[in-house]
T-cell receptor, first 114, second 114 residues
């Protein structure tokens, strides 16, 4: 079956530091890959996505590249801000079934201090 | 356009009580789903639906029932609440088909069963 593994947190950084959150996946088909972000007390919001190998998703300074050879989709940002403090979820969807079912990683909490 | 709405925001139940968590979307999405979020577990799929009259089980369906009589609404019923069902519940919707499979999440319902 499908699965997503992401690094455990919390990740604690100072403002303007470089961020990497690792994500690897196992899938039987050709999944689409996503990063969702959850701010305190809120639901999940899509941060970025990639639908095929070598695609790079980007949004709000965050980037992630779909690497089929290493089955990875690591999230990066060059300079984090306090407002980036949130929980980040890596997820995949199984296109093979034709449905929109998402498989999530366990989430990584990011804490950014001034 | 309200997106995905969920009611109530908070609920406390006693063991054995029943209740219905409401979810509605105004984007005419075919696909709707329910997840539960527990610390260290990420989001796990409870039930999903690909259209009115069609529902199916996800990863953790036991203790929950769903029905889909309209495109807009997808209520989740707890027939006899148990402390193990203490969690945050999220409803999500998306169009069917296409490459992106982006899901839109509601703000969540925090349920405590005592």
């Amino acid at each position: 079956g499908n699965s997503v593994t992401q690094m455990e947190g919390p990740v604690t950084l100072s403002e303007e530091a470089f961020l990497t959150i690792n994500c690897t996946y196992t899938a039987t088909g050709y999944p689409s890959l996503f990063w969702y972000v959850q701010y305190p007390g809120e639901g999940l919001q899509l941060l970025l996505k990639a639908t095929k190998a070598d695609d790079k998703g980007s949004n709000k300074g965050f980037e992630a590249t779909y690497r089929k050879e290493t089955t990875s989709f690591h999230l990066e940002k060059g300079s984090v801000q306090v407002s980036d403090s949130a929980v980040y979820f890596c997820a995949l969807s199984d296109r093979g079934s034709g449905y929109s079912t998402l498989t999530f990683g366990k989430g990584t909490m990011l804490l950014v201090s001034p | 356009n309200a997106g995905v709405t969920q009611t109530p925001k908070f609920q406390v139940l006693k063991t054995g009580q029943s209740m219905t968590l409401q979810c509605a979307q105004d984007m005419n999405h075919e696909y709707m789903s329910w997840y539960r979020q527990d610390p260290g577990m990420g989001l796990r799929l409870i039930h999903y639906s690909v259209g009115a009259g069609i529902t199916d089980q996800g990863e953790v369906p036991n203790g929950y029932n769903v029905s889909r009589s309209t495109t807009e609404d997808f209520p989740l019923r707890l027939l006899s609440a148990a402390p193990s069902q203490t969690s945050v519940y999220f409803c999500a919707s998306s169009p069917l088909g296409g490459l992106s499979y982006e899901q839109y999440f509601g703000p969540g319902t925090r349920l405590t069963v005592t």
